[in-house]
């Protein structure tokens, strides 16, 4: 009986059978009426679907064209998809946190993505509609597995639709209210957020897959994915490594530049088990099958490489940090400090009770920010006209102004007046900002080019600074501060809090940090002595020089020799050069132990307490409390100091 339902199944699908059997018994009304055949009546028919006009549709409007298939919620999801990625794309551009260049790339990216992915599918969709309506089966015929093909042939979103418009209502509420914990939320905890999220995504895929494989016990033919367990793997890999990497401060994601190649391992070793499996001897019609789950694994390592881009920004390549710090600086043309010079009256802006935030947003020029015996803010500013002069320039420097926002957050945004042939270039402006020595102001000051100088300065608890061509230079300074420069050098000594700065390209220096110092470039020397607390400092192709580490110590440079001098050793080192010559100047006294290792050059050592095996050099001074790990290629020098 089975055969024969296949069969007629099947010659049904190629020509559909008459909707009336000529032979057999006569119905009732057919008796009555002289045995004549009775023809029923035609069933209304369904306008028929054009894919020309649902793929119109879907790229004058994304989603119309599934409207108009009868898809209505796979068209909802794609217009609402777009829509979320455009709010979010807004909101991570508008709120004022360190620019993450990737992430924003990414979002914009998306929108063409999803964008086309709704015309394909919209023509996809409509072409399956139009070959399943053409294909006729009586109701005799009409089996599960023909309802079950027809749902794989299309298929819409069905619980998911609801939890897309719930947690997506929520985010486009959240984007364009901007409460202030949802930046405190991102800027904290998102990496624990995400790595949670990968972490169940990961199980949810090896869950169902695992479900799949109980089913084809009991008898059910479903195909097994190859390749599901591997995209498992990867996302929860991921996931636990970017949640380890925000529980304990590590960077620990630029392991999977060294352990990617275990995902096609993993995958062939999956690939070969499921041969093996297919190919055991089961009853006929029974048995696993399995095809490659290409859609599955793809989106798991999109999802794994778009992670490891956005959160590891500032490792994994320093190209990023050569975008400038908005998006539309690539198009400004910047005046030079030369040519027609204007000094701009004195702007006042008066301090209130409750002002505690000084913002500074400039386009072209420097700016210093110093204590001063006053009682309100004192803006000096100088206007340079170069390419002009005479009465044009004069007109350029009278139409450019500082715009001012008074209240508890007090910011200054200077507004040159473009000229030249090309109309976008920006007068240099520069600034002396003057404020109340008997106050103190939590600080973020921007530039896109120029330098910023602090002198004197005290904050309430946070500095953020950041210029996209000019040096960072600090002295005497009260506060966390945060910073970077694309193009610049950096200095800083005397100061009271912690210190986070980097740059693409320039010398660090660093002298008397009382806090937590922490310093990157990528082409530059570093330069750090007497810190109060850790040091982390890395360099891509520079020398690393650091005087008396007091307590832990990170220092890493890829092409650069690295000398560390400290009496004393209170914290774990953590030292590591690519290329370049390692020499260590260590205290005879104290409570550490070392293990390093070269690759290619000698181990020279005067300390008794150490043993040389080979390319290795292990030992302890004291009791070892602390660890003092050292990795190179090139020669390593342990003297004592």
Not at 393 to 406: P, R, Y
């Amino acid at each position: 009986m089975k055969n024969d339902s296949r069969t007629a199944l099947s010659m049904n699908e190629r020509e559909p059978l008459p909707i009336t059997e000529r032979g057999g018994k006569r119905s009732g009304r057919e008796e009555e009426s002289g045995g004549a055949e009775v023809i029923p009546p035609r069933t209304k028919r369904q306008p028929a679907k054009r894919k020309f006009i649902a793929g119109l549709l879907s790229a004058v409007i994304p989603g119309a064209g599934h409207f108009y298939v009868g898809l209505v919620r796979k068209g909802i999801s794609l217009l609402f998809v777009i829509a979320l990625d455009i709010a979010a794309l807004l909101y991570f551009s508008s709120i004022g946190m360190q620019i993450n260049v990737p992430l924003l790339i990414l979002l914009a990216l998306f929108i063409p993505v999803v964008y086309f992915y709704n015309v394909y599918d919209a023509l996809q969709s409509a072409d399956r509609i139009v070959r399943l309506r053409k294909m006729a089966v009586p109701p005799e015929f009409y089996t599960q597995s023909v309802q079950a093909r027809r749902r794989r042939s299309i298929s819409e979103p069905d619980i998911s639709f609801g939890l897309l418009l719930l947690v997506g209502g929520i985010l486009l509420f959240l984007f364009r209210q901007r409460p202030p914990w949802l930046r405190y939320f991102i800027e904290h905890h998102a990496g624990a957020a995400i790595g949670i999220l990968l972490i169940a995504g990961g199980v949810l895929f090896a869950a169902r897959e695992m479900g799949i494989k109980f089913m084809s016990r009991q008898g059910d033919r479903r195909e097994r994915r190859v390749g599901r367990f591997t995209a498992s793997f990867l996302l929860a890999g991921v996931g636990i490594i970017l949640f380890r990497d925000w529980l304990k401060g590590t960077d620990d994601m630029l392991l999977l530049l060294k352990w990617w190649p275990a995902v096609p391992v993993i995958w062939g070793v999956e690939y070969l088990l499921g041969c093996m499996l297919a190919r055991r001897p089961r009853r006929a019609g029974t048995g696993p099958r399995f095809r490659l789950d290409l859609r599955g694994l793809l989106l798991a390592i999109v999802l794994g490489a778009s992670v490891f881009i956005v959160s590891e920004q500032e490792h994994y390549l320093h190209l990023w940090n050569k975008v400038s710090l908005n998006l539309t600086a690539a198009a400004v043309d910047y005046g030079e400090a030369k040519g027609s010079k204007f000094q701009k009256p004195v702007v006042t802006v008066p301090v209130e009770l409750q002002s505690a935030k000084l913002t500074v947003d400039a386009i072209n020029g420097d700016i210093v920010v110093h204590r001063s015996p006053i009682d309100d803010i004192e803006v000096n500013a100088t206007v340079w006209v170069d390419q002009l002069d005479g009465a044009r320039a004069e007109a350029v420097s009278d139409q450019s102004f500082i715009e001012v926002t008074e209240g508890a957050a007090i910011k200054l945004s200077t507004k040159g007046k473009a000229y030249g042939e090309s109309g976008k270039r920006q007068p240099r402006m520069d600034l002396d900002i003057a404020v109340p020595d008997s106050r103190r102001f939590n600080l973020d000051i921007t530039t896109m080019n120029g330098g910023i100088t602090l002198q004197n300065t005290e904050a309430i608890q946070d500095i953020h600074l950041e210029t996209g061509n000019g040096p960072i230079i600090l002295h005497k300074v009260f506060g966390n501060i945060v910073g970077k420069t694309h193009n610049g050098e950096v200095r800083v000594r005397e100061i009271q809090g912690d210190v986070d700065l980097s740059t693409s390209g320039g010398d660090m220096q660093a002298w008397d940090v009382a806090g937590r110092l922490k310093l990157s470039t990528a082409v530059g020397n570093i330069r750090a002595q007497r810190s109060g607390a850790d040091i982390d400092v890395s360099t891509k192709n520079g020398n690393v020089e650091v005087n008396e580490a007091r307590t832990a110590l990170n220092a890493q440079t890829l092409n650069g020799i690295i000398d560390i001098r400290s009496p004393y050793v209170q914290g774990d080192w953590d030292i590591y050069s690519a290329a370049g010559d390692i020499h260590l100047f260590l205290p005879t006294e104290g409570n550490y132990s070392i293990k390093g290792s070269s690759g290619y050059g000698d181990i020279v050592t005067d300390f008794t307490e150490l043993d040389i095996d080979k390319k290795t050099v292990s030992g302890k001074v004291g009791t070892g409390e602390f660890k003092v790990n050292v990795e190179g290629n090139s020669n390593l020098n342990v003297r004592k100091n």
